[in-house]
């Protein structure tokens, strides 16, 4: 694959692609999902803290100032997760193996790559992630919609709805889409990255810990598996749980 002006070779198949990359990769998505590093997430930072205040829900709006905080720092010092977050999925960079996944190297990666465009960062993002996303889905039946976000899209249809009818028939909705609004905005509850419940520390236990589990129960080495063989290993996990209830 071509990325701008370098030569790179992705694994974009869970029958090859290494669980330890795959969870790089994921925990790199879930920090740009909750900080985010550009101006646009400082923005939503603030909003959120704003309806967080006004509803009076202190404790979440310290929680988004915290986050704020955090993604302030990222856009000073250039630490971009969503691009970033690609980079454990290449084998090869530029004809050399790319074994090396300390988040230092990931950065020095990530500044080697700096003239390519975002254009092309995405285009690639987009080509890996659907076709990983598909065999997810094709194999264990991952990638499908959760409650919440089926939630947020009523939200997103409700305020289509009202914003449709002040077009046609001229009525004033705007309380009701604010409220609508509002909600959107308080929807997902901020995740700490810091202190005790810092969800990156949290999501590299849980890894770690279904990892001990496989090694304890199937005699086999986890961290050395395929995306394919460690989500099927959970699956035979939960197979054998559910013999043993059943005696």
Do not use: W
């Not at 909003?47 to 988004?64: C, F, H, M, P, T």
């Not at 704020?68 to 010092?77: A, D, G, I, K, S």
């Not at 849980?206 to 080495?221: H, S």
Request: aromatic share 6%; hydrophobic share 40%; net charge negative.
């Amino acid at each position: 694959m071509n990325l701008g002006p370098h030569k790179v070779v992705m694994y974009d198949s869970i029958e090859e692609l290494p669980i330890v990359r795959f969870q790089k990769y994921n925990k790199m998505l879930m920090l740009d999902a909750g900080l985010g590093s550009d101006v646009n997430a400082l923005d939503g930072h603030l909003a959120r803290v704003s309806e967080y205040i006004k509803a009076g829900d202190l404790a979440n709006a310290s929680a988004e100032i915290d986050n704020l905080r955090q993604t302030l720092f990222n856009v000073q010092n250039g630490l971009t997760p969503h691009f970033m977050s690609l980079i454990p999925l290449m084998a090869e960079v530029d004809g050399e193996p790319l074994t090396d996944l300390s988040d230092e190297n990931i950065q020095a990666v990530y500044d080697r790559l700096k003239d390519v465009t975002m254009k092309a960062y995405e285009g690639a993002a987009s080509e890996v992630k659907k076709k990983i996303e598909e065999e997810l889905k094709a194999y264990f039946n991952q990638g499908g919609e959760s409650a919440s976000s089926k939630e947020y899209y009523e939200l997103m249809r409700r305020r289509a709805l009202l914003q449709l009818d002040e077009i046609a028939q001229g009525s004033d909705h705007g309380d009701e889409i604010r409220e609508i609004e509002s909600q959107m905005v308080r929807h997902d509850k901020p995740r700490a990255f810091q202190g005790q419940r810092n969800a990156e520390v949290l999501y590299d236990k849980n890894f770690v810990g279904c990892c001990i589990a496989i090694a304890q129960n199937l005699n086999m080495d986890a961290k050395a598996m395929t995306v394919m063989e460690y989500y099927r290993a959970l699956e035979v996990l939960e197979e054998q749980q559910k013999q043993l209830k059943k005696k």
